[in-house]
């Protein structure tokens, strides 16, 4: 799938802000945000599009994609309408539907946006060069950004494939390729058990696929409460789905990319597919963030504090890096990414002493009544105690 990053404006004169944002997704978005609303200087770093994950390749899309399959199901459900629903589902609508919610895999939108908040788009690879420092590939070329008060790790996550003999050499789906594929394949194995292989094999069984689900487990969704697995589990075989709950491929073998895949399962029987999707979990995307820069391990999760900065190897936290999302480990959810990074956004503000206003409305109810947004211009400015 080709994707369409658009350029922005970006500073040439001042590599330096008050906090720097690696990663353009929601989570990053809402840190810079949030940073500028409260006077802060910030640059955001991104190599692919603006938007992140949840808007090219997972929530919004996959949801669009899923909507056909609810639609007809809830009206199957009702009399009166289940006589209405005769054919089966347009599968090109229902791409093109989803192309829209995913806006073409074009960001000048989100970029739009971004700058008009006030915010510096800086297009590239970033990574961590030491204390405040980041240093942006782009191009051949690269350019050093330095944060006065912070830097904020908003890269996110990517799918997990497993050690399975041929798996990573069989040109596998993760959920990227799946979300974005032009056609629907007639046969798709789905590896995995949870939330990402329970909708993935919903909408490709509902838009005609033969789909199999192979499930480790003793069943779908295991880390919520049994009878959640089995409603899934039956919503999917009503639709023709096959689930296969304790049952993992042992190896795949596949010519190439456009030939048929063939799993061996650990029951010894074969299964040959025309795509196999990897739905098995996702790791910390910190595998090139110069990690290793400030003593820490490439690729691994970054634990924080409550207020989300990174313990460094001594278990203290780093004063001036946070990580928001994702990588932290806390919750794979955008919604709670984006609760963490209203909270860091403002505690940087706030640290920075951008926060620290006088100007607030007031009423004073003697006769006659008066109201003030501020201080009287002369009024002396109230003593603050340093910080640090």
């Known amino acids: 799938m080709t994707t369409n990053p658009t350029s922005a404006p970006t500073s040439t004169h001042d590599d330096e802000f008050d906090l720097v944002v690696i ?3 929601p989570v990053g978005e809402n840190v810079a945000d949030r940073a500028v609303q409260g006077g802060l200087s910030v640059a955001i770093v991104e190599s692919e599009l603006v938007g992140g994950e949840c808007s090219y390749w997972a929530c919004m899309p996959t949801k669009a994609l899923l909507r056909p399959a609810h ?5 199957r459900r009702v009399p009166g309408a289940r006589e209405a629903v005769t054919g089966e589902i347009d599968v090109e609508a229902a791409l093109a539907f989803r192309d829209g919610a995913a806006a073409h895999w074009d960001d000048s939108g989100q970029v739009e946006w971004l ?12 990574r961590l060069a030491g204390e405040r420092t980041v240093v942006v590939e782009h191009d051949g070329q690269e350019r050093t950004l330095t944060a006065r008060h912070a830097v904020a790790v908003a890269t996110g996550s990517v799918s997990v494939i497993p050690d399975v003999p041929g798996l990573a050499e069989s040109h596998p789906w993760t959920n990227r390729e799946a979300i974005a594929t032009p056609s629907v394949p007639a046969r798709l194995a789905v590896v995995g058990g949870g939330v990402v292989a329970s909708e993935f094999a919903t ?3 509902a838009l005609g696929s033969e789909v199999t689900v192979l499930v480790r487990g003793e069943g779908l969704l295991g880390d919520l409460e049994p009878f959640a697995g089995e409603l899934v589990g039956d919503a999917l075989k009503e639709i023709g789905a096959v689930v296969r709950v304790g049952t ?4 795949v073998e596949r010519a190439d990319a456009d030939s048929p895949a063939t799993l061996t399962l650990s029951d010894d ?7 196999v999707l990897v739905a098995t979990g996702r790791r910390p995307a910190t595998d090139v963030l110069g990690l290793e820069t400030i003593g820490l391990e490439p690729g691994q999760t970054l634990a924080t504090d409550d207020a989300l900065r ?3 190897t001594d278990g203290n936290p780093v004063d001036w890096l946070y990580a928001v999302g994702d990588v932290n480990g806390r919750a794979l959810l955008t919604h709670q990414g984006k609760y963490q990074a209203r909270a860091v956004g403002d505690g940087v503000v706030v640290l920075a002493g951008a926060g620290r206003s006088t100007t607030a409305p007031g009423a004073r109810t003697s006769p006659p009544p008066t109201t003030a947004r501020s201080r009287r211009s002369s009024s002396p400015s109230p003593r603050w105690p340093r910080s640090g």
């Not at 993992?248 to 190896?251: C, E, G, P, Q, Y």
Request: charged letters at 10%.
């Open 23 to 25: 990663g353009a997704g």
């Open 248 to 251: 993992t491929a042992t190896r």
């Open 203 to 205: 909408m490709f069984a």
């Open 71 to 75: 639609a007809v199901a809830a009206a």
């Open 115 to 126: 700058v008009g908040a006030g915010v510096t788009l800086v297009r590239g690879h970033g």
């Open 269 to 275: 029987s074969t299964l040959v597919v025309d795509e």
């Open 310 to 312: 990174v313990l460094g």
